[in-house]
């Protein structure tokens, strides 16, 4: 059976990334092939991402590179380091700048950028978000979906929804 997951912030080919937020890589070839086996390691081929922006960043190379060697149908909600040929790329399952989705019987608004208030906010609904590579805290409803919080690897809505429960109201 097909499964969903979530991730941001990847960063593929950005060797700045290392260094500004304390990555565990000694290289960005490491960092990439780490990404690349941890996402594989989770993701089948029939099932779907939802990549919610700043999937690589000015490598030299096109988003193509990473896209080919990576598993699963992958949506991609634009990120600020999501250059336009990134974004128009036509391997992506859909290109945006935000999304909702109905997943598991909750209504989730996916964006890169942390909101304070969003659709159906005050009826239950969910915030996914990146950008802020873990420096902003989420509570309930919103949470930082990015590498950076997750052990770089994507993550599923039950891990998403059991880590809202321990977030402040």
């Not at 030299?60 to 128009?88: F, M, P, Q, W």
């Not at 609904?125 to 590579?133: A, D, R």
Request: hydrophobic fraction near 30%.
């Amino acid at each position: 059976m097909a499964k969903t997951w979530f991730v941001a912030d990847t960063h593929f080919g950005h060797r700045g990334i290392i260094e500004m937020c304390f990555r565990p890589f000694a290289s960005i070839e490491e960092h990439d092939a780490a990404l690349i086996s941890n996402w594989n390691s989770r993701v089948g081929g029939s099932d779907t991402v939802y990549h919610l922006g700043d999937f690589s960043h000015r490598s030299g190379r096109d988003c193509s590179h990473y896209l080919d060697r990576l598993k699963g149908k992958v949506h991609l909600i634009h990120g600020n380091h999501d250059r336009e040929a990134t974004r128009a790329d036509e391997r992506w399952l859909s290109s945006t700048p935000m999304m909702h989705i109905n997943h598991q019987g909750h209504h989730i608004t996916l964006c890169h950028y942390a909101m304070r208030v969003w659709p159906k906010s005050h009826r239950g609904s969910l915030h996914l978000y990146g950008h802020s590579h873990g420096r902003l805290s989420g509570d309930r409803q919103s949470l930082d979906v990015g590498v950076d919080c997750w052990g770089y690897y994507p993550i599923s809505l039950d891990e998403i929804l059991e880590r809202l429960q321990t977030q402040p109201d």
